[in-house]
């Protein structure tokens, strides 16, 4: 499988480490139970399709991205820098 990196361009998936899905949702801080949190950490779905994850490019220039992949087939369909989507989410 090979990803492209927005900043160095094609690189095979061995350069970068797989963290998981982008979308879950931290609990809100101090006010969140224990259970919640729990549920934060340890329980994520594991679905068959488009999925929207987390990579980090250690071996090229360390940017987290957010990669949308079919786990079915391996397609990527797009890269984007985690930063541009965290950015355009506080907007």
Not at 48 to 55: T, Y
Not at 64 to 80: C, M, P, S, Y
């Amino acid at each position: 499988m090979r990803i492209d990196c927005p900043h160095c361009g094609a690189r095979d998936a061995q350069e970068f480490s797989y963290l998981g899905a982008a979308d879950p949702q931290r609990p809100n801080g101090l006010r969140a139970t224990q259970a919640a949190m729990t549920d934060y950490v340890y329980l994520r779905d594991n679905p068959a399709g488009v999925n929207r994850e987390l990579w980090y490019h250690g071996a090229g220039c360390h940017s987290w991205l957010v990669v949308t992949r079919d786990t079915r087939t391996h397609a990527i369909t797009a890269v984007e820098p985690a930063k541009a989507r965290k950015a355009g989410a506080a907007a």
